[in-house]
């Protein structure tokens, strides 16, 4: 089976963060990963990114939609803004199935899909299957 | 409270006006019935008047078929009339100008019976020479004077009836405007504040189903987090943990797994509050088999067996929130059953004019009578998490779903065991 080569976690919620760590390491389908806590600091992250000469940008993005100070959504936008060409597969992640989410979701064109929380390895092996 | 007042004293001028109103009219009716009398009396002295006169006439004809004693009786007759009439009219202080006018009349009305009894005694006796033209003359008199008193008694009598008309207007006039202030100012009045208050209970309503929404969502991750690090713990433990241990987490991760689906009706619930309905024809043969396939490993478990009628080819519906209602009921169809008993579960249908009315009839423990009203209450449950587990939110979304499509739910128990849900959808689901 192909691997992730790069994939970007942000979530505001920390053990979450490191439950789907834990599960990433345990399906071994990706070689290497960052966590976000705050979605600032992620924004930060690939403006810097953007800049270096030689940038390796993440085959996927999964984004946590309910996060104080700024939303997935809000991330989204702010990502726009930051005008880097290659626009990445982000895949979103929920606590609800709230369908105005749902609705929301479906239709902005960067959004790849929708996950219910807790990522589990077979969301990871079929997005793999789906986008490499 | 004040308004309470208001609203009280309101109604009570109203019944105080109809009262006095029925009160004059009926007093008044009496008065006219009396005047009515009065007048027929009035009449009737005219009669009497002219068949003294008659019979004089005759018995100067021939005598021997009227004697005096008989003249007399007629002559007592027609003067104790007289007496009782003017009686009628004899003063008080009640007594208007006409009635002390008929009063006067009637009293110079006296000379005429004089003159009358003068003439009877002559005729008895043989003495006096008053003659029959004379009589006559007299009798004619008394009936033109008699005409001009019923004259005034009838205009008295229209003139208490414009009275009464007038008065009668008045009242209805003061009885239409009570109606209209209560109308105005005090049932509108009312009728605002509830409105009011309605609003500002649809207001709380939509806060507490947000603040659910809210609680719900941030409890969510905590619990997903137990469940979570439970589970990674159990794991990397395993062979190490004793008997008992693992018994400490089967209670954690129960805990949790509750917590969590807790968390999670609430949200489902709140969110059919938020959402408008998406109308589509869909196909209840297909929703239901997928219903099925969703609880499938449940009803492999459990050995469960599922009947289905024919269905419609389709029906108008919100497909997701029907697939809820149908998810609901059927796993509480196969929960819901005695230890040991395969659960049989039969899905009706039935066209009943403009609804579609399905039925889930299954053969579990069925519903207390007394608790059919209380089960598709919010949280209501009726057995322990140790018997039968839940969270007692799936009959409220079922319930909110099927209201929301302009139908019912409902639940119909059978003595020898077995609910049955019967859920009433309009072919025509209101947008």
């Known amino acids: 089976m192909k691997k992730f080569r790069f994939l970007v976690f942000i979530d505001d919620d920390h053990p979450t963060n490191v439950y789907h760590k834990l599960i990433l390491e345990e399906s071994d389908l990706c070689e290497e990963s960052k966590f976000f806590v705050s979605p600032v600091e992620a924004l930060e992250f690939f403006k810097t990114l953007a800049d270096e000469p030689d940038p390796v940008f993440p085959d996927a993005i999964f984004l946590d939609i309910n996060m104080p100070m700024l939303s997935g959504w809000e991330f989204i936008e702010e990502y726009q803004k930051l005008g880097i060409p290659e626009s990445p597969v982000i895949i ?12 929301r979701g479906e239709r902005l064109a960067i959004v790849h899909k929708l996950i219910s929380k807790p990522l589990e390895i077979e969301h990871l092996e079929t997005v793999c299957q789906e986008i490499l | 409270m004040r308004k309470n007042r208001v609203y009280l004293v309101a109604i009570l001028v109203t019944i105080t006006v109809i009262l006095v109103n029925q009160a004059f009219i009926q007093y ?11 007048i027929n009396m009035g009449g009737r002295q005219r009669m009497l008047s002219q068949r003294l006169l008659a019979q004089v006439l005759i018995r100067q004809v021939n005598p021997a078929t009227v004697s005096p004693t008989d003249l007399h009786a007629i002559y007592q007759e027609w003067y104790e009339a007289h007496q009782r009439l003017s009686d009628s009219f004899r003063g008080n202080t009640f007594s208007n100008r006409r009635q002390k006018e008929i009063f006067a009349q009637l009293v110079a009305l006296e000379p005429y019976f004089q003159f009358c009894q003068r003439y009877l ?27 001009d008193i019923v004259s005034i008694m009838e205009a008295d009598s229209q003139r208490k009836l414009l009275l009464v008309i007038t008065i009668e207007i008045i009242f209805a006039l003061i009885s239409l405007f009570m109606i209209y202030y209560e109308i105005r100012f005090v049932f509108q009045r009312i009728n605002d504040d509830l409105a009011g208050k309605n609003a500002s209970l649809v207001d709380s ?17 905590p619990a997903q987090n137990i469940l979570n ?20 987490f089967d209670f954690i ?20 509050n938020n959402q408008q309905l998406r109308i589509e024809r869909v196909d209840p043969t297909v929703l239901i088999e997928a219903v099925l396939r969703d609880l499938e490993s449940d009803l492999q478990d459990r050995e469960a067996r599922v009947e289905m009628d024919a269905f419609p080819a389709s029906i108008r519906v919100d497909r997701h929130l029907l697939h809820l209602v149908f998810q609901n009921l059927l796993s509480n169809g196969i929960k819901f059953v005695a230890p040991e008993t395969p659960p049989e579960v039969r899905i009706g249908y039935q066209d009943d004019g403009p609804d579609h009315v399905f039925t889930i009839r299954d053969n579990g423990i069925g519903i207390d009578e007394n608790n059919v009203d209380k089960i598709f209450g919010l949280f209501k449950r009726l057995h322990s998490h140790t018997q039968y587990n839940g969270t007692g939110i799936g009959l409220s979304i079922c319930q909110k779903v099927v209201e929301k499509h302009g139908g019912e739910c409902s639940v119909d128990c059978e003595p020898t065991g077995g609910s049955t ?11």
């Open chain 1, 92 to 103: 979103m992640l929920t606590t609800s199935r709230y369908v105005k989410d749902l609705e």
């Open chain 2, 28 to 38: 008044w009716l009496y008065q006219k019935r009396e005047d009515a009398k009065l």
């Open chain 2, 121 to 147: 005694e002559q005729a008895a006796t043989g003495k006096g020479n008053t003659t029959v033209r004379q009589l006559q003359f007299n009798q004619e008199s008394f009936l033109g004077q008699m005409d």
């Open chain 2, 205 to 221: 309503n939509y806060l507490l189903e947000q603040y659910a929404y809210l609680a719900a969502h941030d409890l969510r991750s």
């Open chain 2, 229 to 248: 690090f439970t589970r990674v713990l159990r794991k990397r433990l395993g062979d190490r943990l004793q008997e008992k241990e693992v018994g400490y």
């Open chain 2, 253 to 272: 991760q129960d805990a949790a797994q509750r917590l969590r689906q807790t968390t999670d009706d609430l949200l489902q619930f709140s969110s059919i």
């Open chain 2, 421 to 431: 849900f019967i859920v009433r959808l309009p072919k025509t689901p209101v947008a």
